[in-house]
């Protein structure tokens, strides 16, 4: 590339960057014209856009972007003057100027000479449309020509503008001298810098946090050193009622007077590191905290383009729409913010589209023929909350019940009996629409799953509400930062891992009588229903560690209706983490999505919870969770052999279990062949006990079951029935079981030594 090529290219990149912030100025000036067309601040803004623009263009060598940039000048200025009242179709003509002006500064890829080829016609039409709206426009005089929507200006007197007057347009008489100042002051940083200077500040903070645990050593030191202080001075105060040598006696002198310099020395020692820690923790913190607000940016950054395309759209369904935008100075994370763009443009459209009604419909029911989306944004507990609602129709509720029952979805029985929250949950599964016909807008069923599958991954969650005939309104929560996260420390394994709180529903902690067992799964109670139970250590594939004998410390998790209890060995507290990304080469760790360290150095885990419910799910699936016993030793230890008794019979059963309890065996029962099976499929035995006649399932299939099965065929299996006759006996034994035991000769001894001789004594 020659010198001359070089620069141009870098003309062409300052005219880009001009033409993004100007045409910013032009997208909200124009909508707030659009309003009120006299409103003198913004058409001195917008004039001075096109003007500024049209300098560039010619300074760069763009032909087409004078003209476009030209003819649009000639039409504020024309407003200005008083000579034409801006209309509708001025305003969408310039519109139509600001996003050419856009395409003339970044062309399409391989074709720098869009403007003078392609897109010729494109900038032609627009310069003769433009050129004769203004011959045509009506001079501002004629009083009786209404305003492009006759009924703004009643709702505009009760809102301000959304859209201020630009900062930089606010004084036309300031010194040269400072706006030169003030420009030297701006920096051109690149996003990978931001990051490493944040990556750094955050691993500052973090060893700057395990200087406490070294002071804490220093601190038994010292203590260390006073116990040995004092043995020495017993020492010393025994010797002297003996005839000690002399030499000795004054040796142990010299070490009482040694161990006193050293205590000195470590007490002023650990005052200096208490001082440093102190000191260097606050400046680390202060960097940490510098660095952060480096990355962040005002909630309206996301925003951009936002108004501009819920009024485009609205004008092409026939609607009258406008955005307004509480809470436009929030300060979130960069990368927050860009990925909030996408769910809240899907949002937004679907308010244009489902939920704004047409004016007519509007007035009809008593409503502004405008329609208005409310955007609040503000911070809570270390999050950032969004609010966005519309003044629409709402949700029809009967007509979202009809959907569900024709897309089969749910049967009619089950359908009616929705409540109004189980309903709306449907609206977020993928591929569901209440559209009919697809059209450019929606009609896929892509929206409301994608948007929850996005806040999901920046670590937050959607809900919505609707008020028939008053609108709906969505609540999203996410962090104001991807580079921490306040996150629950659990051990799992013998190890740390990290629950973010914006995923938990609650923390618990569950007594033995608290779980129950349905249809072979474990369960507890929780907000009037039985919620599965699921140990970590089984899901993280961990072996599970010592809970000891108390209280079962359960994560309660939520995916959409679905609502789990995770066990884990122990709660170590609420801690704010700084995420480290793990090492791409290890592609996605199943269950995993960052990790971190604690204040004593020591690494954990980041769970990914939504993957974490996969887990749970394919669990469940599989018929193989593992029973959470709170009776379970430490890891290594001896734990007891487990038998399932399976009898119909509430005596028998109460009396097996008792006998094999006494003999130190961990028991479960189950009522029939069907509740143990399920219990065989999900947990793990010893050795199984069942009668042979009960109702669902008898013992023959059931042990033929057992058999079948690749992973309980080895189980041992003991038939006690009253049926002692050969051809029973036989028929037990034929289907699989290794021990055939009548019950009209069972005695205490039998069963007990039938249970040694095939798996030994409980603890062998």
Known sequence: ???????????????????????????????????????????????????????????????AGVRVAHVMEDCLVEAQDGRLLLQSEHIDALLQGCDLLLRIGTPPAGDAGWADGAGREEIDGLVERLETLVRSGLPLARAELPVANPVLPEVDAEAPSAVPAPASEESDDEPASQADERRSRVLRVTAERLDRLLDISSKSLVEFQRIKPLADSLQRLRRLQSSA??????????????????????????????????????????ADLDEFAWQGGQRAQVLYDAALA???????????????????????????????????????????????EAPLTHLLRNAVDHGIEAA???????????????????????????????????????????????????????????????????????????????????GRGVGLDAVQHMVRQLRGG?????????????????????????????EIGEEAYAFPLAHIERMCELQAEEIVQLEGRQHFWYEGRHVGLVSAAQLLQRP????????????????RDAVYGIAVERFVGERTLVVMPLDPRLGKV????????????????ILDVEDLLHSVGKLLSS??????????????????????????????????????????????????????????????FDLLITDIDMPRMDGIELVTLVRRDSRLQSLPVMVVSYKDREEDRRRGLDAGADYYLAKASFHDEALLDAVVVLIGEAQG
């Open 623 to 684: 018929g193989r969770l593992e029973r959470i016993d709170r009776s379970r030793r430490q890891a290594g230890g001896a734990q007891r052999k487990r038998i399932l008794v399976v009898d119909d019979s509430l005596t028998v059963r109460e009396l097996e279990r008792k006998l094999l309890l006494g003999r130190g065996y961990d028991v479960a029962v189950a009522v029939d062949g069907m509740d143990g099976w399920n219990a065989l499929r999900s947990e793990h």
């Open 590 to 605: 199943r269950d995993v999505s960052a990790g971190a360290l604690l204040d004593d150095g020591s690494p954990v885990l």
């Open 294 to 340: 480096s990355r962040m940016r005002p909630f309206a950054d996301v925003l951009s383009g936002q108004a501009r395309m819920v009024r485009d759209l609205g004008r092409s369904l026939g609607k009258q729409v406008r955005l307004l935008v509480e809470g436009e100075t929030t300060q979130v994370d960069r990368d927050v913010l860009e990925k909030l």
């Open 360 to 442: 007519e419909t509007r007035l009809a029911a008593g409503k502004p023929a405008e329609g208005r989306i409310t955007i609040r944004a503000r911070h809570h507990a270390g999050m950032l909350v969004l609010e966005l609602s519309d003044d629409g129709g709402g949700i029809d509720l009967e007509r979202l019940r009809e959907t569900v029952l024709n897309r089969q979805f749910a049967t009619a029985e089950t359908a009616a009996q929705l409540s109004e929250e189980e309903l709306l949950a449907f609206l977020f599964l993928p591929g569901f629409s209440m559209r009919e016909q697809v059209t450019e807008v929606s």
């Open 544 to 559: 599970e560690g010592g809970r000891g004998e108390g209280a079962i410390p359960v994560v309660v998790v939520r995916d």
């Open 462 to 490: 959607v809900r919505m509400e609707q008020r028939q005939g008053r609108g709906t309104l969505f609540h999203i929560e996410v962090p104001l930062t991807l580079s921490v996260v306040r996150s629950l420390v659990v």
């Open 1 to 63: 590339m020659t010198p001359d090529q070089m620069r141009d290219a870098s003309l062409l990149e300052l005219f880009r960057l001009e033409a993004e912030a100007q045409t910013q100025v032009l997208n909200a000036g124009l909508m707030a014209l659009e309003r009120s067309p006299t409103q003198a601040d913004q058409l001195e803004a917008c004039m001075r856009a096109a003007h500024s623009l049209k300098g560039a263009a010619r300074i760069v060598g763009l032909d």
């Open 229 to 270: 202080s004092r043995a020495l001075d017993v020492v010393r105060e025994t010797v002297q009622e003996t005839s000690l040598d002399p030499q000795a006696q004054a040796m142990l002198s010299e070490a009482r007077q040694l161990i006193g310099e050293c205590q000195q020395m470590l007490v002023q020692h650990i």
